[in-house]
């Protein structure tokens, strides 16, 4: 049985996300599983930090903006006339837009006097991340797995990239 983090191998982890306040942004409810070696499972800076370390090891890792969701642009922020939108339009509600910086995915932030704002930037963005993790489990990944670069779950084949 592996327990030792190396490069293609399945990593478990049991984590907290806080900001520097300490406000719990995710409470990690759920363990998160990634495929460890370079495969954007994680933020590279984690899966630097965990490179090596055992189950049962604890250690926590602060991201700063840019080594996680990016830093703040305001120019990914826009007020647009309400007309251009449903309207069933409401806050929170998220679209793509392709620009020259690709697709984006866009949120309503808000709604007043027949405008919508409508920002870019990842609800994260700009906010220093601390990962407080316990190495819960360590595996050889399968030849599937390494293939298509993720993990596989028992129960429906795929699992989700839970950090990106």
């Known amino acids: 049985m592996q327990d030792e983090i190396v490069k293609n191998c399945v990593v478990t982890l049991d984590y907290t996300v806080t900001d520097p306040d300490g406000a719990m942004i995710d409470d990690g409810r759920r363990p998160l599983i990634y495929l460890h070696g370079g495969y954007d499972g994680i933020f590279p800076k984690l899966e630097e ?21 990016g830093d703040y642009d305001e120019k990914l922020v826009a007020v647009e006339d309400a007309d251009m939108f449903p309207e069933d339009a409401e806050v929170g509600m998220a679209f793509e837009r392709v620009s020259d910086a690709g697709e984006v995915l866009y949120r309503v932030t808000d709604i007043a006097d027949g405008k919508v704002v409508v920002d870019g930037n990842h609800p994260l963005a700009g906010t220093a991340l601390i990962f407080n993790m316990t190495v819960t489990a360590v595996r050889a990944a399968t030849a599937e797995e390494l293939a298509h670069g993720h993990t596989h779950d028992e129960d429906d084949g795929h699992r989700e990239h839970l950090v990106h």
């Open 49 to 69: 930090a965990l490179h090596g370390k055992k189950v049962g090891e604890n250690l926590t890792v602060k991201l700063q903006p840019e080594e996680a969701f």
